[in-house]
């Protein structure tokens, strides 16, 4: 526990893909829905993005895996869009 990847180190855990964040779908009080994230169940360490906003790094969870950055949602587009990664971005 604690670790971001399986017991044989070399795949993401299948529930947060390495980020410790796990989306699921929270009722607002109009009665829409938002995509909102909690802690993985399995105990996965939560990471934080790797972007910069305004000279400071982003202090919002990391809920999208770009490469090997994970990024909160506004970042990891910025940084697929700019092409800075290794592989496909996407979100958890």
Do not use: K
Request: hydrophobic share 20%; aromatic share 10%.
């Amino acid at each position: 526990m604690g670790g971001n990847r399986n017991f044989e180190g070399d795949n993401p855990c299948r529930e947060c893909d390495g980020t410790g964040w796990v989306p699921y779908r929270s009722e607002t009080v109009d009665g829409g829905f938002e995509v909102a994230y909690r802690l993985c169940p399995q105990g996965h360490a939560p990471r934080y993005c790797m972007g910069y906003s305004g000279g400071h790094l982003c202090p919002r969870p990391a809920t999208v895996r770009c490469g090997l950055g994970y990024y909160c949602e506004e970042h990891g587009a910025v940084t697929h869009d700019g092409r800075e990664v290794d592989g496909p971005c996407g979100a958890v």
